[in-house]
């Protein structure tokens, strides 16, 4: 029996004795840092006197009233039931809730649990996701890509309708032409005209109110190329990008550059050809894109030597002779006679005249658009469909007025040379004929017309070129040459669109 005894007594000590007291390396009671003894759940709670309402598409940061780990744990983990709303993340350490909301939300009880290594505590949280205005934001940087006729997309880097249907996307000032908003504020479509960086601010507008986002957008050409506007009664309905300067060879390519002399000796076709091959937007000039240059520039007062337009003479370049060749440009417009042997001051037709630059309306300036080499246009008239003057009969070599023009220029059905292909804005009209009292001529800059014979040439040459006199202008044609001629006063110029 006191055998028995010992045996109950033995076992009720060692089911009593500390399993720490076996571990010699924490004498403290400590197993990797926590205090057995003394360890709890987590203490934390949230304040529940604030209302926590939140707003889509605002942060949010929500931290808890106290959290304390209780001894040496750390949190392990924070979950929450039911779980938060998208766009909200609970912080596993910490028990913050932070994010975007995206979605309203009616007020809701959430339950946080809070784990460490001695259990877990909940807390209640009352959340409430209310509507808001719209929020988002564009790329902060300059948008440098836009190109007239290339599509062109620019999204918000993000957008939040703020929880209500957005009414409207509006931009002020307004896009460039070709470009829409759609109720995501998103920008897409083909721009028709060039652009000077703009801030646009668009702003977007749902129940609630409106919000505003920017971004700075240029719609440019490419480098060595000037807007030019588009002219609806030419039926030229778009910008397009024109050669600032005739084509030079730069290093084995064909480029608009300012230095090096322009490229000759070269007939309409390789002309062509050397244009397309910069790419698929680049093209020879056609007679429509010229003309809506030259109609443009005549409009302008700093290119008469009046300064008003219309009045005096039209400056037409380098077209005296002096020096007998062709002549580099400048990047600085201001160096409008380099290389002639004239200047500022001059009278008109004693010098004046031969002013190598001439201004758009929209404030571009192109070089040597008259006189220094002639340029090849892609427009052709067949010989029969030449405008001749009727009192001569048939068309010659010799050069003519414009306004002495007055046959197949419109009278008949299938007349290829109408007024809008070769016409002055000054070259006035009376039943259809030029009137030879109230047009300017060719003492004016405008330029002359040489038609060939009727068996001969068709290709359309425009501008004149260093020893044209007053035959070259704006307005200056030819149609006396085939499209084999490679001369050395004949170059070329190429639009991009």
Not at 198 to 208: F, G, L, P, Q
Not at 237 to 248: I, R
Request: net charge negative; aromatic share 10%.
């Amino acid at each position: 029996m006191a055998f028995k005894y010992l045996l109950i007594v033995i076992l009720f000590l060692v089911s009593c004795t500390n399993p720490f007291e076996s571990d010699p390396k924490n004498e403290a009671g400590q197993i990797g840092g926590l205090d057995k003894q003394n360890g709890q759940p987590p203490t934390f709670s949230y304040e529940l006197s604030i209302e926590n309402i939140a707003t889509v598409g605002s942060n949010l940061l929500i931290v808890p009233k106290i959290l304390d780990s209780q001894g040496a744990s750390i949190v392990k983990s924070c979950k929450s039931s039911p779980e938060l709303p998208d766009g909200l993340i609970l912080e596993n350490s910490s028990c913050q809730i932070r994010g975007v909301p995206i979605e309203p939300l009616e007020e809701t009880k959430f339950i946080i649990t809070a784990l460490n290594d001695f259990g877990s505590t909940e807390a209640l949280l009352f959340l409430k996701v209310e509507t808001g205005l719209p929020v988002f934001e564009y790329q902060n940087e300059v948008v440098k890509d836009g190109r007239i006729g290339k599509n062109f997309y620019l999204a918000p880097k993000a957008f939040n309708n703020g929880g209500l249907p957005i009414t409207s996307c509006t931009s002020t000032p307004d896009l460039p032409e070709g470009l829409v908003l759609d109720n995501s504020c998103t920008i897409s479509g083909t721009p028709v005209r060039s652009n000077k960086q703009t801030n646009y601010s668009i702003s977007a507008k749902n129940a609630k109110g409106s919000t505003k986002a920017s971004f700075v957008l240029g719609i440019i050409c490419p480098t060595g190329y000037i807007n030019v506007p588009a002219n609806s009664e030419l039926e030229m309905l778009n910008d397009f990008c024109v050669a600032k300067f005739e084509m030079k060879k730069n290093r084995g390519f064909i480029s608009s550059i300012a230095s090096e002399f322009p490229e000759v000796n070269i007939n309409r076709d390789d002309a062509k050809a050397q244009c397309k091959f910069l790419g698929p937007s680049y093209a020879l000039i056609t007679n429509q894109e010229w003309m809506t240059i030259a109609r443009n520039i005549e409009l302008v007062g700093s290119n008469w030597s009046s300064g008003i337009s219309g009045v005096g003479v039209l400056a037409r370049g380098h077209s005296d002779g002096n020096p007998n060749n062709s002549l580099q440009a400048s990047e600085d417009d201001s160096q409008s006679f380099l290389f002639t042997e004239n200047r500022v001051g001059q009278l008109p037709n004693a010098g004046w005249e031969q002013k190598r630059t001439l201004k758009l309306a929209n404030g571009e300036v192109i070089w040597d658009f008259s006189g220094n080499v002639a340029e090849w246009v892609d427009w052709s008239v067949s010989n029969s469909k030449k405008a001749f003057h009727s009192m001569e009969g048939t068309s010659v070599f010799s050069w003519r007025d414009w306004k002495k023009i007055d046959r197949n220029i419109g009278e008949n059905i299938d007349d290829i040379m109408l007024p809008s292909t070769w016409s002055s804005s000054f070259v006035k009209f009376i039943n259809g004929i030029p009137s030879a009292e109230l047009s300017l001529d060719r003492k004016s800059g405008i330029g002359s017309y040489s038609a060939g014979h009727v068996t001969l040439g068709g290709a359309a040459i425009r501008g004149g070129a260093w020893t044209y006199s007053d035959h070259a202008g704006a307005f200056s044609l030819i149609l006396s040459s085939p499209e084999t001629r490679a001369t050395s006063n004949v170059g070329f110029r190429c639009v991009w669109r």
